[in-house]
């Protein structure tokens, strides 16, 4: 009984230790461990959000008179301005929402999709869509010829399949 009691502690101590730990803003996933006589106990462990930079490779390709311009990089988000002819037409961004329960909740009532991920509108000039149930791609206009139409067409400039597969 008291070995039981001892890894009973040691697991509550490291999960106390894992939880205070670290800048990044973790989630947390649910793990069951077996303890020394055979039980299983349930704990959460913590998720870290994907690195910025490993986001950056799924953004779309430069193409024609359009410039990707990268601006922001932090963990789990990237931001990029899509330039054509040197004027700022429209903002490209990818969110890991491992973190944000609730952001990602708000897809569940879409109606909309986009080459087969739900959508959502964002006011008049922003779209966005859930990949993978994780990333969030989001587009957003700044000038009025970048319309919704244009929009939803660039999602599948990014490479979703990829994105879909990024752990």
């Known amino acids: 009984m008291q070995k039981f009691r001892i890894s009973l502690f040691a697991l509550l101590l490291s999960s106390a230790f894992l939880f205070s730990c670290g800048g990044k803003k973790q989630t947390n996933t649910e793990t069951t461990t077996t303890i020394d006589n055979g039980s299983t106990a349930t704990e959460e462990m913590p998720k870290e959000e994907v690195e910025g930079g490993a986001l950056n490779k799924f953004f779309p390709q430069e193409e024609g008179a359009y410039k990707v311009i990268y601006n922001q990089e932090k963990d789990g988000f990237v931001q990029a301005s899509l330039e054509k002819d040197g004027i700022e037409v429209a903002t490209l961004a990818i969110s890991d929402l491992s973190t944000n329960m609730d952001t990602k909740a708000k897809y569940a009532d879409a109606t909309m999709y ?27 206009s700044k000038e009025d010829s970048f319309d919704d139409k244009t929009r939803k067409s660039w999602f599948e400039k990014f490479d979703l399949a990829g994105l879909a597969n990024l752990k």
């Open 114 to 140: 986009i080459a087969s991920y739900p959508a959502l509108t964002k006011g008049s000039k922003g779209t966005t869509i859930l990949v993978a149930d994780r990333y969030q791609i989001s587009i957003r």
